[in-house]
């Protein structure tokens, strides 16, 4: 809202116009004292009376006619002076005028800011409106977004729908044409089948003559193997028990069903291959029994004593160049056997080394005595 106010001020002309008429006239008072006093001094001057005489009366010529001219100027200081109060008189007349228009158009101003406060009031309620509505209208938007996406991509899902149809069709249809080319050709295939069938039949009948005379040459010889195997067996207690004798009472030389179990411990240090004095006492010894064995078993019995090498499941020292695991340390203790065997005059043909690791032990635990007993050459007498 507008409000225009005017400060009344006093009127300070009167009082100035006065001052200056008053200061005035005590500057011509003084001058005329000073006039008087400085010629009243040079008049009883002796040595310059008469010069001082005529330079006051210079003097006080030019000061007279100064004083003339300075009560002009006050007469048109107070001529002006009257004007301008005057002059004041008008302007204090506007003001009053002026001061009753300004009050009229405050009032107006307030009837004014009052609408204008109707008119605010009115549009903000629109704009919440309009807000409102907008509002509305975005959510709508977004819902028919939402509704449009998922029509585009329903329809885009039914076009890749119908394309895959078209697809199945069209690989149903090839798939059809090769079966009916498949079948043509088995029902060609079957017919020359059936016309093939006649011929074999003469073939199988050749075939199942010379099948059954190979069965019973087949049988003829396991009939054969199963006698050597029981010539072989028969004289495998006697080759146990002469082992038995000839190493007497040893505990770490042992028979084991079908087998004799050598310690490898009293045949190679820890982690070698190479025999002990020990063991090889020991292997002449079972040697003797074998060479006597070969003498008794028949030549039209083929046997063999395997030699077979095993171990504990201690791993390889790490930097060990002589072998590489532990199935190829047992592989050079059993061949060491068969050579010191052979050596001592066991035919080399009756010896097969082989060696097994840790993959088939007779004790499952990892104490010292389980590994011990691990750690074995198996010796068995047995058909080729």
Known sequence: ??????????????????????????LIFLLIVFVFLWTTTSVFNKTSGIKTVSELKKTNEEQAQTIAQMTADEQEAKRLLLLARAELENLENDKAEL???????????????????????????????????????????????????????????????????????????????????????????????????????????????????????????????VAELNNVTQYQSGFYKAIKNALGDRTTI?????????????????????????????????????KDL???????????????????????????????????LSLRRATAVADELARAGVSKRRLVPSGFGEMHPVELGNDPASMQKNRRIELQLTNR
């Open 254 to 290: 042992q028979p084991d069903g079908d087998r004799f179990i050598v310690s490898s411990d009293i045949l190679f240090p820890s982690g070698a291959y190479t025999l002990s004095p020990e063991g090889k006492n020991q292997l002449r010894l079972i040697a003797n029994v074998i």
């Open 99 to 225: 001061s009753n228009e300004v009050d009229a158009l405050d009032t107006e101003l307030q009837e004014i800011d009052m609408s204008i406060e109707d008119l605010i009031a009115a549009y903000e309620a629109k704009v919440a409106e309009l807000q409102a509505a907008g509002v509305n209208m975005q959510e709508q938007v977004a819902l028919l977004t939402t509704q449009l996406n998922q029509a585009n991509a329903d329809a885009a899902k039914s076009a890749e729908l119908e394309q895959e149809r078209r697809d199945l069709q069209a690989q149903m249809t090839q798939q059809r044409a090769q079966l009916a080319d498949q079948l043509a050709s088995l029902q060609a295939a079957l017919n020359a089948a059936e016309a093939k069938a006649a011929d074999q039949e003469i073939q199988y009948i050749e075939m199942s003559n010379k099948l059954n005379k190979a069965l019973a040459d087949k049988v003829a010889e396991l009939n054969s193997k």
């Open 1 to 26: 809202m507008v409000n225009i106010r005017f400060r009344e001020k006093t009127n300070s002309w009167p009082g100035f116009v006065d001052l200056f008429s008053n200061l005035v006239i005590i």
């Open 294 to 328: 070969e003498h008794q078993i028949p030549s039209d019995v083929n046997w063999i004593i395997r030699v077979d090498g095993h171990t504990d499941r201690t791993g390889i020292i790490p930097g060990t160049r002589e072998y590489r695991n532990n199935t190829e």
